[in-house]
Structure formats: C-alpha cells, structure tokens
C-alpha cells in the first residue's frame, strides 16, 4: 500500500471516530454518568476518600484483592498425575511416565499402535 494510500485510509478512520465522538458527547446518558463521575470525585476529595474507602462503605464483603484472586477466592488445587506403567510383552522393556509425551512410549505407538501399547499398561 503506498502512503498516499495509507494516508487517506488513516483520514477517514479518523473521520469516523471522530463522528463517534461527537455522537457520544451528544449523548444524555454520557453526561449524566460524567456528571456524576464529577460529583463523586469532589465528594471523595471534599471526605479525604479514595474509591477503596468507597466500596468498603457499600460493599463491607467485597474486597479490594488482585483480579486473579478476587475471581477464585479459594484456590482449586489440581489432581497430581499418576505414574502409569507399561511393560513390553516381548521384550520385557518397562517405561513409567505421567504422560504421553514420553519418547519410548510414542515410538511403541507408532510402532505397534496406540491401542495395543494401551493394553501394556500394568
């Protein structure tokens, strides 16, 4: 794209945001939400508050945690993997893992298929 091209492309986004905001600035309950948002500020400076202060006094069981925390209160502890065992029939080969990205394990199902190597397990 050339820049005359991304020029005239950035203008009319430009236009078009900028009609957005004047639609919203047009819009009353903009402005009624701004002018409570003003009035709130001068209260919380006039009382020495900050928003914290604010949401202890209406809401005394909502706390001021992290996101993280504040979404899962308790923390969910996950279930640990369990060893799993398979042993070769023919060779006699035993390969523990917790998972199924062990090396051997995947050359055995690419050898001798998934379902059989899942009938190895002890």
């Known amino acids: 794209m050339s820049k005359l091209a991304q020029f005239r492309a950035a203008e009319e986004q ?3 945001q900028l009609q957005l905001l ?3 600035k047009k819009d009353e309950s903009l402005q009624y939400e701004r002018e409570f948002e003003k009035k709130l500020q001068e209260l919380m400076k006039e ?3 900050n928003l914290a202060d604010i949401i202890e006094i209406i809401d005394p069981a909502y706390s001021c945690k992290p996101f993280s925390q504040a ?3 308790e ?3 996950y279930r640990t993997r ?7 029939p023919e060779t006699g080969e ?3 893992t917790k998972g199924g990205n062990h090396k051997g394990l995947k050359a ?6 998934a379902n059989v190597v899942e009938g190895w397990l002890q």
Do not use: F, R, V
Request: charged fraction near 25%.
């Open 14 to 16: 430009l236009k078009a």
């Open 108 to 113: 055995w199902k690419a050898q001798y298929g």
């Open 82 to 88: 369990t060893i799993k065992t398979y042993k070769h």
């Open 75 to 77: 923390k969910t502890s």
């Open 22 to 24: 004047d639609s919203l």
């Open 94 to 96: 035993i390969i523990e």
């Open 71 to 73: 979404a899962h209160p």
């Open 47 to 49: 009382y020495g508050k």
